[in-house]
């Protein structure tokens, strides 16, 4: 079983639409959650950092973690074409930095206009 | 502010060739990773420099990966002789601090024949 499960969509919403893009894990030692975007052909960037359970926003983005029951999740208001990319969440324990962060497979969102 | 760039952007090699990557991380950022991606699969951490040494490569699948980073600045990512399974997108990020925002380059993707 892998310890971070990610449905790879793909995922096709209208714009405007709410996205709702999740991810369960495994290891109950994982404190710091991400989300990142990744645009075909790029890098992965860092959109949302969240430090143990709780939501936090950002704009048109919320992220949830329930570590109660292993799962987080990243809302998109208002959806824009431009928000078309694959969405990967990534966990890490409190020690150990960055060696020990572990990514979803992501999920292919397309918002069309 | 230059962002990581990585150097080829893809390549294609026979297997038991040599092929070797570059990254340039962000001027200033001690801390410099590698990371893989196989198709179909997450991102997958291979090893960490803060400066010129190597603090972890305990992801480096074995002994055909070599990395080097000359002088805290450029990090090399040498694959020799490079197997089929070795195929897949190489992911160079950098930052300030081991627990500081990660910025990924473009990625350099690599297929052997």
């Known amino acids: 079983q892998k310890e971070v499960e990610q449905d790879p969509g793909p995922l096709s919403v209208p714009e405007g639409a709410i996205v709702s893009l999740n991810c369960t894990y495994s290891n109950s030692a994982f404190q710091y959650f991400m989300w990142y975007r990744q645009y075909s052909r790029k890098g992965p960037e860092l959109l949302m950092y969240t430090y143990s359970s709780g939501n936090k926003e950002d704009g048109r983005f919320t992220a949830q973690v329930d570590k109660s029951s292993k799962y987080i999740s990243l809302f998109i208001r208002d959806s824009q074409p431009s928000d078309s990319a694959t969405y990967l969440c990534?966990?890490?324990?409190?020690?150990?930095?960055?060696?020990?962060?572990?990514f979803g497979t992501g999920t292919k969102l397309q918002v069309i206009p | 502010e230059a962002g990581v760039t990585q150097f080829p952007s893809h390549s294609v090699i026979e297997k038991g060739q040599t092929v070797t990557l570059r990254c340039d991380p962000i001027?200033?950022?001690?801390?410099l990773y590698w990371y893989r991606r196989v198709m179909g699969k997450e991102i997958k951490f291979l090893l960490h420099?803060?400066?010129?040494?190597?603090?972890?490569e305990s992801g480096m699948p074995n002994n055909r990966f070599l990395a080097e980073r000359t002088g805290g600045t450029y990090s090399t990512l040498k694959v020799q002789p490079a197997e089929l399974e070795d195929s897949g997108v190489y992911f160079c990020?950098?930052?300030?601090?081991?627990?500081?925002?990660?910025?990924f380059g473009e990625g350099s993707r690599l297929t052997v024949l």
């Open positions: 420099f803060v400066k010129e040494s190597k603090q972890d």
């Open positions: 990020a950098s930052s300030p601090r081991t627990t500081g925002e990660l910025f």
């Open positions: 001027s200033g950022h001690d801390n």
């Open positions: 990534a966990m890490r324990p409190v020690s150990g930095g960055y060696q020990k962060v572990t």
